[in-house]
């Protein structure tokens, strides 16, 4: 296996601004979205644009979700920037996934979602012919979107389309995981080294994602341990708009690691640059999309705008829990599901605004370090939902915060413990619920930004 060195850029989500992109409709889509929309073409071209200046590094692999919400305009403006990029010498390597296609699709004027030309999964292929599926080397006929590219002398890309059924069921589906499993089998018979990639996470990237049924591919586990015991080692994935290294271990004893990568265009606004060695190293480091122009950024940074897009979109929502039930309740199923716990969501929600550490440590009779002691609640929710998807969770053991949640969780045992025994039957993962929550707001590893990974090449 030669050195291979490439681009991994995740959910570009280009949205082509002249179908509409201003007013009422669109401001209310844009406070519930944790990407940037109408920002979409000058994120984009900023982040190609130091791509076309790395000359020493042509490849990028881009796994779904190049465009907003299967309009047809911004398929054709951004099949238009990949050109640019293919001009600039690169090679762009790509799979679609389900904001590509759409029975209807919409832009935005004034208090109006006008309906604009959407596309049909079917078409999806010849759009991007020149990205991967023309010169592959294997297509699962199954869909005609899954596919096998030789990357390099003795390197090899397993790209997976993961669309499922298209609805309830995102995944890989029998026959085509016997036809990935033949693929990896030939590649070693052939003497190359094979990675994959998808557009879903084939692992959750964090406890909490075990919980929320699109986070993950249908069945993960399931798949991730025929995928290991089938000798696939890595795969690279998107989705979550969140940064995570996350590693697995089949009841046979084979690991696969999953790289999935937040999107280029919404908080943490990242890429990576992987480095395959032969020594069987592989090196992640990730890049910051950088900055951008933008009128309405104000004097904000590129990384303080997206924070500050993610934010308002949590925040928004704490307060609509105080506030806004009707707006919190249709994020979680409707008032009518909700209707049995809006007095608790009511109360919690405006003991949020108020509640700090401080006070709810004297409540329960323990003491906090000082530096923590006026944080509100609300920001510290804020911070941990916030530090799921950007990734190296800062409040490790040892750390004033993790501490007092640590005490917190250890005084409000006597509700935890039964509660973790009943939500367990039908989760196990909320079995020890001290340690679940624990896991999300501290990660001792560290490694989802800069890693190495050691392969078997």
């Not at 006026?374 to 915060?401: Q, S």
Request: include cysteine; glycine fraction near 8%; aromatic fraction near 10%.
């Amino acid at each position: 296996m030669q050195e291979l060195t490439f681009y991994l850029v995740t959910d570009p989500h280009y949205f082509a601004t002249e179908i509409g992109a201003e007013g009422e409709a669109y401001e209310a889509r844009s406070r519930v979205d944790q990407k940037c929309i109408a920002e979409t073409g000058a994120i984009i071209d900023a982040a190609f644009s130091r791509l076309a200046e790395d000359r020493d590094t042509q490849l990028i692999l881009i796994p779904g979700d190049l465009i907003f919400n299967g309009e047809k305009a911004s398929h054709l403006g951004f099949r238009e920037k990949l050109r640019a990029l293919q001009k600039a010498g690169k090679r762009i390597l790509l799979i679609t996934a389900r904001h590509d296609y759409s029975d209807w699709s919409c832009g935005y004027r004034g208090a109006e979602e006008v309906e604009v030309e959407h596309t049909e999964r079917s078409e999806l292929r010849d759009l991007y012919a020149e990205f991967g599926f023309s010169d592959a080397i294997a297509t699962w006929e199954g869909d005609g979107l899954s596919y096998v590219s030789q990357l390099a002398d003795g390197v090899r890309l397993l790209a997976l389309n993961c669309d499922g059924d298209t609805r309830s069921f995102k995944g890989l589906w029998p026959e085509q995981l016997e036809w990935a499993k033949q693929q990896i089998e030939k590649a070693h018979a052939d003497g190359q080294y094979i990675f994959a990639m998808t557009h879903y996470p084939l692992l959750p990237g964090s406890a909490v994602m075990n919980l929320i049924g699109d986070a993950k591919l249908t069945d993960w586990e399931k798949t991730a341990d025929f995928l290991a015991d089938a000798g696939l080692e890595l795969i690279f994935t998107g989705h979550m708009h969140m940064q995570s290294l996350t590693e697995h271990l089949s009841a046979n004893g084979n690991k696969i690691t999953d790289i999935c990568t937040g999107s280029l265009v919404g908080c943490p606004a990242y890429y990576r640059k992987v480095t395959l060695s032969p020594d069987g190293t592989v090196t992640v480091h990730s890049i910051p999309t950088g900055e951008f122009d933008w009128k309405d950024k104000g004097d904000k940074t590129s990384a303080e705008y997206f924070q500050w897009r993610f934010d308002r979109m949590i925040t928004d929502l704490i307060d609509a829990m105080a506030f806004d039930f009707p707006f919190f309740a249709a994020k979680f199923g409707g008032e009518e599901k909700m209707k049995n716990v809006r007095g608790v969501v009511t109360f919690f929600g405006k003991g949020l605004q108020k509640w700090t550490i401080g006070s709810l440590a004297r409540l329960l009779c323990i003491k906090v370090d000082p530096s923590v002691r006026d944080i509100l609640l609300k920001d510290i929710g804020l911070a941990f939902v916030r530090n799921i998807f950007v990734g190296n969770e800062p409040y490790v053991k040892g750390t004033p915060i993790y501490d007092a949640m640590e005490k917190i969780l250890n005084r409000l045992s006597f509700v935890l413990k039964p509660l973790g025994k009943k939500l367990g039957e039908k989760q196990p993962v909320l079995r020890d619920l001290k340690t679940f929550i624990l896991s999300m707001i501290g990660d001792e590893d560290q490694r989802d930004y800069e890693a190495v990974v050691t392969i078997h090449k």
